[in-house]
């Protein structure tokens, strides 16, 4: 039996209509399955259809009886793998807060020129920073914050699509 826990990224495509993120919350509560990283938004308000994007862990076979079950769900259009899938694309968005003054605010700002996050908010003893990136470089980011004044994140969560022509 395998036991090597994977990550994967699965895109859901979904009426857009009341109870249905309940139903797919439902279904990973009601089986002991994580939630990583959850995002939701219309993506074709004409046919009322949205794109739940999760980020999940588990064995192989937790991860095909997650999208079996995912395919089984009655508003459930489609569902697919990313990560099985090949190239893709996945990105978040964080707000990071760090207050400091002297030293730690000239480090603080210095390593967010490196990361290309972008202040939008300052006083004179803290900043809010925005960044977009990989989950990776957003942890990576956060990391180094901690150590100059870390005081709050606000992230998004993933939001995730195929590379080339192919669609939803």
């Given amino acids: 039996m395998e036991t090597t826990i994977e990550k994967h990224t699965i895109s859901v495509l979904v009426d857009n209509e009341p109870g249905v993120l309940a139903r797919v919350i439902g279904l ?6 994580n939630i990583e990283s959850l995002t939701v938004a219309e993506v074709d308000a ?19 009886q997650i999208k079996n079950q995912l395919d089984r769900l009655v508003p459930v259009h489609r569902v697919r793998d990313l990560t099985d899938e090949g ?31 972008r202040v939008v908010d300052a ?26 004044g870390l005081v709050d994140v606000s992230r998004t969560g993933v939001a995730a699509i195929s590379k080339g022509a192919a669609s939803l």
Avoid: C, N, W
């Fill in 46 to 64: 004409e046919q009322k259809v949205s794109r739940i994007t999760i980020v999940t862990s588990g064995t192989r076979m937790i991860i095909e």
């Fill in 28 to 33: 990973f509560s009601g089986r002991g399955y």
């Fill in 123 to 148: 006083t004179l003893s803290s900043f809010v920073f925005e960044m977009t990136g990989s989950a990776a470089e957003l942890d990576d980011f956060i990391g180094l914050m901690r150590q100059l």
């Fill in 87 to 117: 190239p893709h694309i996945e990105r978040e968005l964080a707000l990071i807060k760090v207050a400091g003054t002297g030293d730690r605010r000239i480090e603080s700002l210095r390593i967010a020129d490196i990361f290309k996050a």
